[in-house]
């Protein structure tokens, strides 16, 4: 009797949460958003929270508890749940369904101040009011009306979360499978172009050799008053050619006895002068 009551009293939590959740994200986004991580109409996470707050006021703490207690431990308690249910649902299916990254003090976008303390305040309602309400709807019910009706809601549940996690698992895998062929495509781009890099280093390598045994060929076969000419040149119109003069020039620098035919056009400078 005490589990099937308790089940049955998740769903009608869940139940309260998506009605929440679904009006807030309308109100927020302007047009219809069917919140919750099921099919069905139900949040789970308000279930878990609405159950533990009644199970620990109720059973765990003999007293009556006061407002700023409840306060603190629904607070505390939404905290944890909303954290530990983010990492296995991010675990599970590598997303997440809310994200609190942009609002101040949070802790990987999974809970945040604000929030915990928005639901420590529901807390309050919870304990002092809807729980009461919600465990006395089924005061007067027989033992075996509950039983019944748990089974039948836990039949559905358990359909939804089947249905959900089956297709959810689906969506995963499909999107995993089209980012692992774009990171393939990607790779073997990035291989094209690598590839594509080392032959135009390697044409180019080639290239600056050929001209480099051209500019020194043509060096020795320059003539005394060709290299004079060559000398006195500062630069051509074209800066390319002017590159490549550049070098002839430091390549004729490099010739055997170049010394004296430096000197010998330099005298013949002068006498010209």
Known sequence: MTISLYFVCFIIFSFFGWIYESIYCTVRTHHWDNRGFLFGPICPIYGVGGIAASFVFSVLIKHEAGVFQIFLISMLGSAVLEYVTAAILEKLFHASWWDYSSMPFNIKGRVCLTASVGFGLAGILVVKYISPFVFGLFDNMS??????????????????????????????????????????????????????????????????????????EYAVTMSRK???????????????????????????????????IMKSGENLDEKQG
């Open 226 to 260: 060709q290299q004079h000419s060559l000398r006195n040149i500062r630069k051509f119109s074209s800066k390319g050619t002017t590159v490549i003069a550049d070098r002839i020039k430091e390549a004729v620098n490099m010739l055997p006895g170049v010394d004296k």
């Open 143 to 216: 033992p075996t009306a509950v039983e019944l009706l748990s089974l039948i809601l836990m039949a559905i549940f358990a359909a939804d979360l089947a249905l959900t996690v089956s297709g959810l698992t689906e969506i995963v895998k499909k999107i995993e499978s089209i980012e692992e062929e774009f990171n393939e495509r990607m790779e073997a781009s990035y291989q094209i172009i690598e590839e594509g890099r080392q032959m135009v280093a390697e044409k180019m390598a080639e290239y600056e050799r050929i001209t480099t045994d051209k500019i020194r």
